[in-house]
């Protein structure tokens, strides 16, 4: 499936400016045994951030790549390829019973 997706790859940049080598796309690609961010420019295809998740949540901007996997966040910037990962907290799991009333409100926090 590797060698089909990059021609694919390489067609819609060819069409889009008739000059697939100054072309950049950020892709999240599934691996044999796990996820990965890439950049693929031209015919170069280079991993930026393995991911060992079974399902990672991805999105991007103009200026960045975010991917949520592993319980961490992982910001890419696009212009330098850097990768900035941020640890998710967790919140403890109740089982539907109020907790503790905090001074500072006048509700019970649920």
């Not at 109740?94 to 001074?103: A, D, N």
Request: a positive charge; one cysteine or more; glycine letters at 10%.
């Amino acid at each position: 499936m590797r060698i089909p997706s990059l021609g694919l790859l390489g067609l819609l940049l060819a069409g889009g400016s008739g000059v697939a080598h100054s072309q950049t796309a950020w892709l999240l690609m599934s691996r044999s045994n796990h996820f990965a961010v890439v950049r693929a420019q031209g015919q170069t295809v280079r991993d930026i951030v393995p991911l060992r998740s079974p399902a990672p949540i991805y999105g991007e901007s103009h200026r960045v790549v975010a991917v949520v996997a592993e319980g961490y966040l992982h910001v890419i910037d696009k212009a330098s390829a850097t990768v900035t990962s941020f640890q998710l907290a967790t919140q403890p799991h109740t089982q539907g019973g109020p907790m503790k009333t905090s001074p500072a409100l006048s509700e019970t926090c649920w």
